[in-house]
Every structure is written in structure tokens, then in C-alpha cells.
């Protein structure tokens, strides 16, 4: 959209309110793209905030693939198996609904959704909500409950189309994408409700070690955009076949040890490892002995165009 203006920037980490104690703080892990690796993120922060003595809970937005419950349903299957005692958070998917009027669709999802997270919103310290990689109703009102927006970004102008559209020639922005568009529009909408900032994370995925041209150049586009749209940007996972051999187990990096049972630990895992805990790092999320940021979803009625482009 060419009319698009976006505010001054409300994603800085200093900036973010507190939250009521006792309310979960909740991470939605969302784009619109499939294969950026949201479903292994998920697991594996919510994995890293249980080693940490925190309470998780996971939401799979996606519940046709399926792929976090999947992930979830290996590890307490591999955790019986092999007689482990593996960290484990309070899990449930939310089904698209089968309802064929529109409007009565997207109430059901809205109900759907809503039970969800009154199940678990009082009791647990983070809700992380892993989203389908394309645009659906429900993917956008779990959008309006985020205290933090973690979107994981292949590192390459492909999956940046996401976000931006970028001149080939001169690297300079054009114009936002629809996705940038859309958690904008959330944005600035949650703000008119009174709502707390929400804290818009871009990970760059599956960097390479190599200086390549593509890495300056994404580099320099990312951090371009970042200012003008508003997001911090960390450093997200590497390329790794380890992350493939995990998921049969329902495993995470932050499982292995030496000498102990399932893959073993090499040096290349510690530094993955190091990764994930960087990333973790890098959320700035509430501290146990800090009340976590806070914000109230939106309200049906204050959500107009709820689709940018249909």
C-alpha cells in the first residue's frame, strides 16, 4: 500500500512496559512464509525458558501440519522410551474452524483461541504461540496478543520479500510488504486501545559463516528497514542437520550432554547451543524478578480491514 506510514518506532527494548503480575507473557513466533524454521524456535525457546525454572505453555496455531505438536508429542514419547525425565510445557493446538459461513468461522476461531489461553494465561510465566506460515484469521488475532513478535528470516532477498520490497540495483527499500504492513496496522491499532508496545523481533535465520556479498547486503537492507519500520534484529539459527535429527526425538540442543543418552554433543552442537541461549538472550524477555510487559488484545470492533490483501 502506498499510503502506508508507519510511527515512530515502538519496539525498543527500553521502552517496554510492565505487565500485571501473574499474567503470562506471550511470544508469538509468526511470518507468512513456510520453511523459516518458526516450529524448531518454538520448542526450542520454550525448552530454554523451562531449563530456566520458568512455567511454558505452547499453542500450535498451525494445527493442520501440525509440526510444534508433533515436536511436543516425540519428546514425551522419547521421554517414556528412554526413561528420561525431559522438561515439558503445557501444550495445545488450535484448530482452524470447519464452519462455512465466514463470519461465524472467524467467531469460532476468536472462541477457539481465547479458551486457549484462559487455560494457561494465569497460571504459566510464557505463552509461546508458533503461527502457520501463511495468513489466516487466526494467525492474525494471535498477532494482537503479543507482548513480543519473534518472526524468523531466512537470510535471503527471497524470504526479505516478506518484509520489503528492495531496488535490485541501488539495495534501497521501495516500499514495505504486506506482512510488514499487517503487524503495523496491529501495532498502531493496539496503541489506540491504550495497549502496551509490542516488542517486533526479526532473527535472521540460517546465516552463513561465510562473508558473502548476500550477507553485507542483507545486512545492510535489514538494518535500513529495522529503523524505518520498527524492529530490533538478532541473530537466529544456523544451517544445521542436527536441528532435523532432534525433531524424531523431540529434542533440543539444550537436551544434549556429554555422555549422555541421544545424539551426542560435538563441538559444532555447544556452538549451536550457544545460538539458541544468544537468541533467548537477544528477546529481552521478563525477568523472574520483573513484572513481564504487558498488552490487551484488541477488540473485534476495533479491528478494521482484519485481512490487508484477500
Do not use: C
Not at 520448542?43 to 498451525?62: M, N, P, S, Y
Not at 535472521?204 to 550477507?215: F, H, P, Q
Amino acid at each position: 500500500m502506498n499510503d502506508f506510514r508507519p510511527a515512530p518506532n515502538p519496539s525498543i527494548a527500553e521502552a517496554q512496559a510492565l505487565h500485571e503480575p501473574g499474567r503470562a507473557h506471550v511470544l508469538v513466533i509468526g511470518n507468512e512464509k513456510g520453511g523459516s524454521g518458526k516450529s524448531t524456535t518454538a520448542l526450542h525457546i520454550a525448552v530454554a525458558l523451562l531449563g530456566e525454572g520458568r512455567k511454558v505453555a505452547t499453542l500450535d496455531l498451525d494445527a493442520r501440519q501440525g509440526t510444534l505438536g508433533r515436536y511436543v508429542e516425540n519428546r514425551a514419547a522419547y521421554a517414556r522410551r528412554k526413561d528420561v525425565d525431559l522438561p515439558m510445557p503445557i501444550h495445545a493446538a488450535v484448530p482452524l474452524s470447519t464452519l462455512s459461513d465466514r463470519n461465524e468461522a472467524q467467531a469460532d476461531e476468536r472462541a477457539r483461541l481465547e479458551a486457549a489461553l484462559e487455560r494457561v494465561i494465569d497460571s504459566v510465566d510464557f505463552v509461546v504461540i508458533d503461527t502457520p506460515g501463511s495468513d489466516t484469521y487466526l494467525s492474525r488475532l494471535a498477532h494482537t496478543w503479543a507482548d513480543t513478535l519473534l518472526t524468523p528470516l531466512n537470510d535471503s532477498f527471497i524470504d526479505l520479500d516478506l518484509l520489503a520490497r528492495v531496488d535490485p540495483d541501488t539495495l534501497r527499500i521501495v516500499r514495505p510488504s504486506i506482512y510488514a504492513e499487517a503487524v503495523w496496522k496491529q501495532r498502531q491499532l493496539r496503541a489506540v486501545q491504550g495497549g502496551r508496545p509490542v516488542d517486533w523481533v526479526v532473527m535472521r535465520n540460517r546465516l552463513s559463516s561465510l562473508a558473502a556479498r548476500n550477507k553485507r547486503d542483507m545486512s545492510t537492507v535489514i538494518e535500513a528497514l529495522a529503523k524505518r519500520i520498527g524492529f530490533r534484529v538478532a541473530a537466529g539459527l544456523s544451517e544445521r542437520v542436527i536441528y532435523k535429527e532432534l525433531f524424531l526425538n523431540g529434542l533440543t540442543l539444550l537436551d544434549l550432554k556429554r555422555g549422555g543418552k541421544g545424539p551426542s554433543l560435538t563441538l559444532s552442537h555447544v556452538a549451536a547451543r550457544q545460538e539458541v541461549r544468544d537468541l533467548v538472550s537477544a528477546l529481552n524477555l521478563p525477568r523472574r524478578d520483573a513484572d513481564a510487559p504487558s498488552a490487551e488484545p484488541v477488540t473485534e470492533a476495533a479491528t478494521p480491514d482484519q485481512q490487508v490483501a484477500e
